[in-house]
């Protein structure tokens, strides 16, 4: 990825981390790979459940882990975005205002989009 150099590249920066890698940060790719919750402590009750589902049933968790981890990822920017709507908030790089809702319904509206595979807006 080239270095991002206006407050423009950064915002589609920021968006496309959140779908490429942010989104698969979760546990839902361990649950159907290993069959682990994860590997720490407070987690072998989540572990030991997953251990007995069979490998459908450990494909269907995967899909709600991650849908769980894509509304998050949702409701968070849709809350930020309230915030730059309705209370005057703003991001800058570098000092410059930075574009937001460039699909115009949200930065929650621009991670859909773009999770979805559709292009930036011209």
Same mark, same amino acid.
């Given at each position: 990825? %080239? =270095?991002?150099?206006?407050?423009?590249? /950064?915002?589609?920066?920021?968006?496309?981390?959140? /779908?490429?890698?942010?989104? $698969?940060?979760?546990?839902?790719?361990?649950?159907? =790979?290993?069959?682990?919750? &994860?590997?720490?402590?407070?987690?072998?009750?989540?572990?030991?459940? *997953?251990?007995?589902? &069979?490998?459908? $049933?450990?494909?269907?968790?995967?899909?709600?882990? $991650?849908?769980?981890?894509?509304?998050? *990822?949702?409701?968070?920017?849709?809350?930020? &975005?309230?915030?730059?709507?309705?209370?005057?908030?703003?991001? %800058?790089?570098?000092?410059?205002?930075? +574009?937001?809702?460039?699909?115009?319904?949200?930065?929650?509206?621009?991670?859909?989009?773009?999770?979805?595979? =559709? $292009?930036? +807006?011209?």
């Amino acid at each position: 990825m %080239t =270095e991002p150099r206006t407050a423009l590249d /950064v915002y589609k920066a920021i968006i496309d981390e959140l /779908v490429n890698k942010v989104r $698969q940060y979760g546990s839902s790719s361990h649950v159907v =790979e290993s069959g682990l919750f &994860s590997k720490a402590p407070a987690h072998r009750k989540f572990n030991k459940f *997953i251990a007995a589902l &069979s490998p459908a $049933q450990r494909q269907l968790l995967s899909e709600m882990l $991650q849908e769980e981890r894509d509304g998050a *990822i949702h409701d968070l920017l849709a809350v930020l &975005s309230w915030w730059i709507d309705c209370r005057d908030v703003g991001l %800058t790089y570098q000092g410059n205002p930075m +574009p937001v809702d460039l699909g115009g319904m949200g930065l929650h509206g621009d991670y859909v989009a773009r999770r979805d595979g =559709e $292009q930036w +807006p011209s």
